[in-house]
């Protein structure tokens, strides 16, 4: 059973190094995944409602420059300016997602990744409490999206491997999975 984080207590100071690096380690790991699957099944989904692997490795490229570099920037950078909202959620079919070279995706998320861990460590003792304006009401610290955005790239890591696991589970028909144990 998975329990919520504990979070730290009061007079600890959270430091930006384990997020950082959660993002360093996650780019391999997802790169990885994308590029264990042939070209045919990156486009696979399970439902029509689903994402495929490909367009999860395109949101994951749209969303280091459009969306968490962006605001992370603004929240350390200029503090208090509303950014735009974006429409991620609805970026794979607006933007042909599946219809995409998988490898150019991959390369492409990978830059993007590389040039936002370049950004970060490059920063100079950022006021991690600074925050912008949240489109949904409140505001975001600079501290809050950052961590966010290492937890992000685990959601669409645990999604990946749903994927795998429902590919390899339709392909096994009439066969059962069931013998590997709960998902």
Known sequence: MMRAPVPLAQEEVVTPEPFIAALAANAP???ALVRAIPSEQAR???TPADWSVLEVINHLADEEREDFRLRLDAALHRPGIAVPPNDSADWPAA???NERDPAESL???LDERRRS???LRALTAPDW???IPRNSGGVLRGGDLLAAWAVHDV???RQLVELQYHFLGAQAQPFSVGFA???
Do not use: C
Request: glycine share 4%; charged share 15%; no cysteine.
């Open 29 to 31: 790991t997802i790169a």
């Open 44 to 46: 696979w989904r399970p």
């Open 95 to 97: 933007r042909a997602y």
């Open 107 to 109: 390369a492409r998320f």
């Open 117 to 119: 861990l370049a950004w």
């Open 129 to 131: 409490s600074q925050a």
């Open 155 to 157: 959601l669409h890591l």
């Open 181 to 183: 144990g709960e998902w």
